[in-house]
């Protein structure tokens, strides 16, 4: 039986990937401090929420649970009773998606967000050393800092651009030497621009077909970074989750090898926005400045996951989109 902890599951990848574990079959426990995740995502599921400060307690009270039993556990991925129940054996495998995300909060707060998203998975990691099969670790693309060379594969040289970037690179780097020295198989994927249902636009932070989905729905203006030619190599949710599933079910043996999870092409801002703008008259855009740490182009070179994992895109770009807006009611 594959039992699986998946961190910051309450979030918009986190959820998706835990929904599709229970979904086939796994026993499956996520952990998030809700400081950004939202419950409602996984309520579907009807999970027992646990404060992480009383994890082993209540294991000990709960020695037996059932293979459909959703747990929630409250706080922090690296708190010590979590990290004392995967040194317990407790789980198969790790799906490490746990992050302080958005590159302009990583340029604002460094030194916090680089205590959480490196420290935190330092000790996540070690925890794991001889007590999984495999972790499967939430990379991104920024690690690349806009790579001119497109599409981009992932022998590239990394150029971190913010906090946020080098924080992915170097726990990528920290993946290689834990998988060298303690023989651990742990995988990484490089998330390209991840969209879909799920995904909140109500936070500074939010992407921009998140974003731009709640201003609609909220009657209010579409905020338009820089000029609108950067252009993204967009992901649907269902390609990324499909990923993770391949990278934590494939029979090769990992060494802390990444891969780019994306669709292998790339949309501009002001196509999505055009587009929007055609679907919806009352649309109406505002002009705002570049952000800060914010690359131009992300366009990824997928063969090494069609080769390694078995990888397809399951959803292109406007299909994806599609399903977005209908998962916010606009299309109604």
């Known amino acids: 039986m594959k039992k699986a902890i998946v961190t910051g599951g309450c979030g918009f990848i986190g959820s998706s990937i835990a929904k599709k574990l229970v979904e086939d079959g796994w026993v499956v ?27 082993l307690q209540f294991y000990e009270n709960n ?46 707060n460094p030194s916090y967000t680089t205590d959480v998203n490196i420290s935190g998975t330092v000790r996540l990691f070690e925890a794991c050393k001889g007590n999984v099969e495999r972790v499967v670790y939430a990379s991104s693309s920024s690690v690349y800092g806009g790579s001119e060379n497109l599409p981009t594969p992932e022998t590239e040289t990394k150029d971190p651009k913010s906090p946020y970037a080098w924080q992915k690179s170097a ?22 621009n991840v969209f879909g249902p799920g995904q909140y636009g109500d936070s500074a932070y939010s992407t921009a077909i998140s974003a731009w989905c709640h201003s609609l ?23 990324v989750v499909h990923a993770n599933i391949l990278a934590a079910t494939s029979l090769k043996k990992f060494k802390a090898d ?13 196509e999505i926005l055009t587009y929007f703008k055609d679907k919806f008259p009352q649309a109406v855009a505002r002009d705002a400045p570049w952000r800060q740490g914010d690359v131009m182009h992300t366009c990824a070179d997928i063969s090494k996951a ?16 599609e399903r977005t807006i209908a998962w916010w009611g606009l299309d109604s």
């Not at 609108?228 to 949710?237: E, K, N, W």
């Open 306 to 321: 069609k080769k390694d994992l078995g990888y397809e895109p399951l959803v292109r770009v406007w299909e994806g989109l």
């Open 258 to 270: 990444s891969y780019n999870i994306a669709c292998g092409d790339r949309t501009s801002n002001n």
């Open 29 to 55: 426990d996520i952990v998030d401090d809700l400081s950004s995740g939202r419950l409602e995502l996984v309520q579907e599921l009807s999970p027992r929420v646990i404060p992480a400060d009383l994890l």
């Open 217 to 239: 729905v909220n009657g209010l203006p579409m905020r338009s970074d820089g000029d609108g030619t950067q252009s993204r190599d967009l992901c649907y949710i269902d390609n």
């Open 63 to 108: 020695p037996t649970r059932k293979d459909t039993d959703i747990h929630v556990i409250q706080g922090d991925f690296s708190h010590e009773n979590v990290l004392a129940n995967i040194m317990r054996k407790e789980y198969t495998h790790v799906f490490h998606q746990a992050a302080i995300p958005r590159v302009l909060f990583s340029v604002e």
């Open 171 to 192: 726990t990528e780097d920290i993946a290689k030497i834990f998988s060298n020295l303690y023989n651990m198989d742990i995988v990484c994927l490089r998330y390209f």
